[in-house]
């Protein structure tokens, strides 16, 4: 038997868990510590390494395939292993019924709360100075031009994400009411390990989109917690997001063109 298989089988299967979840949460924090770290060009051989990855034709190809080994591929791997549960995930629950009427509801609910802060945030941007909210448009991750196609992809990649995590927390406490909230702390934590997050807090222009998804995941965790079905989840995640992109359409463009 290969070593690392006799290993293996000698950790329990909650610990195992828990090492795929830190294992998820230090890759996360080792891309997201180069990323920022090489934002610019730096001297030395890494860094002329890193620009020429920058630069090359298929770098986006290659940004895909990481992101889909991260999100989609890690959470599969601790399925095959046994670790993460089916069950856990919501990838089994046969409360279908159920499942889509009350996450419709919840999802509308939802979209009306994000729609309240952006409104409201919207509002404090018309009474900045216009350069500062031009730059807050030129400079903020928000595209007005994203298809829903790109839409499905990330959320597909985020409720997988998180689901992993709430499996893990879940299975550790045995407890799905707490074991749910703190998957999304779990989430919370990892976000804020990445410098390009903590330094968008501080702008204005960019910290609605921090707030935007922190409480979709926040959400997210609710609805899990009461319909316990991924299959659901997915579409009523791309559901708001796409709604919620049409009002950031919207909003920017009055906010570009108004006094």
């Known amino acids: 038997m290969d070593p690392l298989q006799s290993l293996l089988g000698l950790i329990d299967y909650k610990v195992e868990s828990a090492l795929w979840v830190s294992l998820s949460i230090g890759l996360y924090a080792l891309g997201a510590d180069i990323a920022w770290h090489y ?6 051989r ?33 399925l ?42 919207a509002r404090a941007v018309a009474a900045l100075p216009l350069p500062a909210r031009e730059r807050r448009w030129a400079s903020s991750g928000f595209d007005s031009s994203a298809n829903w196609l790109t839409i499905l992809r990330e ?8 689901a992993f995590y709430r499996s893990a927390t879940i299975l550790l406490l045995d407890d799905y009411y707490v074991g749910t909230f703190l998957g999304f702390l779990l989430v919370t934590l990892e976000w804020s390990i990445n410098p390009a997050w903590r330094k968008d807090w501080s702008l204005p222009w ?16 609710i ?24 009002l950031l359409a919207v909003s920017a463009q009055r906010l570009e063109i108004g006094p």
């Open 223 to 246: 609805i899990f917690f009461l319909i316990r079905n991924l299959w659901v989840l997915v579409p009523i995640h791309w559901g708001i997001e796409m709604a919620c992109y049409r």
């Open 155 to 162: 959320a597909i990649y985020l409720e997988t994400h998180w």
């Open 46 to 78: 890494i860094g002329r390494w890193a620009g020429a990855v920058k630069g090359w034709p298929y770098r986006y190809w290659l940004l895909e395939a990481i992101r889909l080994l991260y999100y989609i591929g890690i959470p599969y791997a601790a």
């Open 80 to 121: 095959l292993r046994g670790v993460a549960l089916p069950r856990l995930m919501g990838l089994t629950d046969p409360d279908w019924v159920k499942g889509i009427g009350l996450g419709m509801v919840l999802g509308g609910g939802t979209f009306l709360l994000l729609a309240l802060i952006w409104w409201w945030y």
């Open 39 to 44: 934002r610019r060009p730096r001297p030395g």
């Open 206 to 221: 960019r910290s609605v989109d921090i707030l935007r998804r922190w409480s979709m995941a926040f959400a997210m965790a």
